[in-house]
């Protein structure tokens, strides 16, 4: 009772010392703004100090509270999670774009330390990576390859051109996720690597609209530029040989600066991805981001768009329903054809590497329309017939990738042959054409609406 009294006492002679220290009553008076105290209030105050000293030194209560908060402290540390060491030794072989995302996870661990436990999509064992029209030919084999390599894929792509069907079979993954988006727009996410491949490549696809081809390719390619410039991430770009126009330097290399027609029917591709790799090149000098730029030649293989215009899907689509092989002008311009495989291996590769590029990928090995159409009536059906058209505006004559840069720096070289790898893509093609599986033949159809 005489304790409690006392710190009654106690706690109404502070409250009056309060009170008169605010002059005009307001709270933001009660230290700066209070009036020098008088000495009789000095003598109060000292005397309510000593009987709250006596108070607490009593009964060994200093005692207690010292040890209440040992204890208290005692069982934070207990509850502590492990020193952020074990993100540092997770992430030594990562790149120092993904260093930036572990930070991120640090970050993010700091302010969850009261839950005492770390998130476990924060725990990272893989490389966080976003392909941009993963669901399109490339996309979806380049998907599949990291994927198996354990790293988390997001997919971005609107479905222009793209299937649901290529990634299908990672819906249960749950490193596997993908949005339907369109580059055009910004998105966030937080990755470690961007591979941007997001553009209709093939002529039926790019011409159905151009300017949103071309957006596509600037406005896209800068959205994706500035993610990876906020986020910390290694940039890839899809450029193309289309890029050298009709070259008049046989075969290209990449100091090659192409022969290419600004106001062509073609130039919404050619001129979109040289604005492209312009881009790519101003993010690398002026914001320190990591580039890489691949010029990808003629590629083939499983998955590809049925009758989407590209010299081998044509003729292999041509042979399997009997219709004739259309080949354009004299059949003698020349292509070389890169299975699908060979490149994925050269993306990933750049990517991983240390040099910047452009870099050539694509098959070396040279062949004439005609000569295509051979091997594809060798492979699929020797009664097709040939039928010769006008050629296309703009179709180049020659073209045929010099891999030297490729082959030195990167330790890079396509392995498989047109006769080894067309036979794994008839089979696709024809499972797909007979097989009644959900093609999509009409993306023109789908996009029509797509004015901008
Ligand atoms: N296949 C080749 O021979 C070849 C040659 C040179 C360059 N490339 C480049 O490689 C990349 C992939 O080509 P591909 O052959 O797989 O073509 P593709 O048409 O199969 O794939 C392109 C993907 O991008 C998506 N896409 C298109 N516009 C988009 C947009 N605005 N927003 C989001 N997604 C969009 C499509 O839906 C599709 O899934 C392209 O950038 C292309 O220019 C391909």
Redesign the pocket.
Known sequence: MMMSSSSMAAAGSSSELIYRGLPGGGAAGFSSAAKPPQSSTRSISCKAAARLLRYVAGEQRLLFALLGMALASLVFLLLQPPSSSSYDSSSSTTTAASSAVVGLAAVHHHHHHATSRVPLGLKRRGLRVVV????????SHLVDRLLARGDSVIV???????RKANVLHHLGNPAFEMIR????EPILLEVDQIYH??????PV?YKHNPV?TIK?NVV?TLNMLGLAKRVGARFLL?????VYGDPLQHPQTEAYWGNVNPIGVRSC?DEG?RTAETLAMDYHRGANLEVRIAR?????GPR??IDDG?VVSNFVAQALRKEPLTVYGDGKQTRSFQYVSDLVDGLMKLMEGEHVGPFNLGNPGEFTMLELAKVVQDTIDPNARIEFRPNTADDPHKRKPDITRAKDLLGWEPKVSLHKGLPLMVQDFRDRIFGGADDHTTATTKAAGDSN
């Open positions: 941009t029209g993963g669901a399109g030919f490339v996309g971005v792509d609107n479905l222009f051109t793209g988006h369109d580059v055009v491949l997001a553009c209709p490549a093939s696809h949103k596509t896209g899809t450029s193309t040989s289309e591709y991805k990808i030649f003629n590629t083939y590809m768009c590209r």
